[in-house]
């Protein structure tokens, strides 16, 4: 773990935007003083926060999430590997902060009908659910892009009766629950799963399809949900 490496990604990230929005404050917007001040305190706080963040997952939920991959395919039970994949998908979405957002703002869309808690829990069931598929899927090698076609029709089907309010709300749903919580967990698992399955190189391919097949279950969750409560 680099911890120089981690803190320039850091830089590279934030700094055009603190630049930005400096530069806009001098030439454009003219903020208030103070509110200028709360603007760059709060972005040496982001800077410091993303960078811990990040020496985090590469620390600690990379290396476990690839080792508890490798570990259960090893063991030869699918139940049990598919069993882990839908709980770990679980809980990961659930304590992911973006995904906390999403149900507040679906609760103001809705007007109070989709409570965040069901919200919360319908996104994290898609994610579950579509976690333990995709790692079928690496175990079976069926094409990635046969699944993605599927997955999408599916939910096309589902738009077309849902309003459209809620059918971009459940495109982001999708890209939400993929958060900075979700991914390096996902990523990782489907790495080690697949490089017992077929090797360190198929490995490093496959673990990808695992966040794209994710994307697809909140939408379907959202979706779904919309048409129990109205």
């Known amino acids: 773990m680099n911890i120089r490496e981690t803190v320039l990604e850091v830089l ?3 700094v055009p935007i603190i630049a930005f929005v400096s530069l806009l404050q001098l030439t454009v ?4 003083t103070d509110v200028s001040v709360k603007f760059l305190a709060g972005s040496v706080m982001v800077i410091l926060g993303l ?3 990040l020496l985090g997952v590469k620390a600690g939920f990379l290396p476990i999430g690839e080792l508890i991959g490798s570990t259960i395919v090893s063991k030869g039970k699918l139940w049990l590997l598919l069993s882990t994949g839908f709980v770990l998908g679980f809980v990961v979405t659930v304590a992911d902060p973006s995904v906390q957002v999403l149900a507040a703002q679906i609760y103001n869309v809705s007007e109070g009908t989709m409570g965040k808690p069901v919200v919360v829990v319908s996104v994290a069931l898609g994610v ?9 899927r690496i175990l079976l ?3 990635i892009t046969r699944l993605l076609t599927i997955g999408y029709l ?3 089907a589902l738009a077309s009766f849902t309003s459209p309010d809620f059918v971009t709300v459940s495109f982001d749903a999708g890209w939400v629950a993929t958060g900075p919580m979700t991914v390096p967990f996902v990523v990782a698992l489907g790495v080690g799963v697949a490089s017992v ?3 360190r190189k198929r490995g490093q391919n496959d673990s990808f399809g695992l966040v794209a097949l994710a994307c697809i279950g909140p939408s379907l969750a959202v979706l779904i949900m ?4 109205r």
């Open 197 to 199: 399955a077929g090797g």
């Open 51 to 53: 960078a811990f963040f």
């Open 29 to 32: 917007v003219r903020l208030p």
């Open 128 to 136: 579950g659910i579509f976690l333990a598929l995709a790692l079928l």
């Open 154 to 156: 599916v939910v096309f």
């Open 12 to 14: 590279y990230a934030v």
């Open 226 to 229: 919309r048409m129990f409560f």
């Open 141 to 143: 090698q069926l094409p």
